[in-house]
């Protein structure tokens, strides 16, 4: 059974810093690209950030450009997005995703997501 489980997230300050982490079982973890998507209440999710397999390339959300850290580390099974200078508007669900392509199979995992609220 595949499961990816988020931790880290909680109540921050506008401009502090999480640090939240997306850890994978029963799937070969560095197989997959992975990203961090955000749900804001009332609105669509939204992708954050991501990682190829390897973890050689990188995206990100302009929005989050210059303060949020995408990495991983494929030995630990765990993916982690480095929040910095968070503001209101990170608040929301962040979910992790995982994301096998091979010729026309599309193989996608969803973690549960973990609350981030920033507020004063």
């Known amino acids: 059974q595949v499961q990816l489980v988020e931790s880290g997230g909680g109540l921050v300050h506008p401009g502090g810093s999480l640090r939240l982490s997306c850890v994978g079982s029963?799937?070969?973890?560095?197989?997959?690209?992975m990203s961090w998507y955000r749900q804001a209440s009332g609105k669509e999710r939204e992708l954050v950030a991501a990682v190829t397999s390897n973890g050689g390339s990188t995206d990100y959300a302009d929005s989050v450009k210059g303060r949020f850290t995408i990495s991983r580390d494929n030995l630990k099974n765990t993916m982690f997005l480095q929040m910095n200078s968070l503001k209101p508007e990170d608040t929301a669900v962040y979910y992790c995703?995982?994301?096998?392509?091979?010729?026309?199979?599309?193989?996608?995992?969803w973690g549960q997501g973990t609350q981030v609220t920033v507020s004063s």
């Open positions: 995703k995982a994301v096998r392509i091979i010729g026309a199979t599309r193989t996608v995992y």
């Open positions: 029963g799937l070969t973890f560095s197989w997959y690209d």
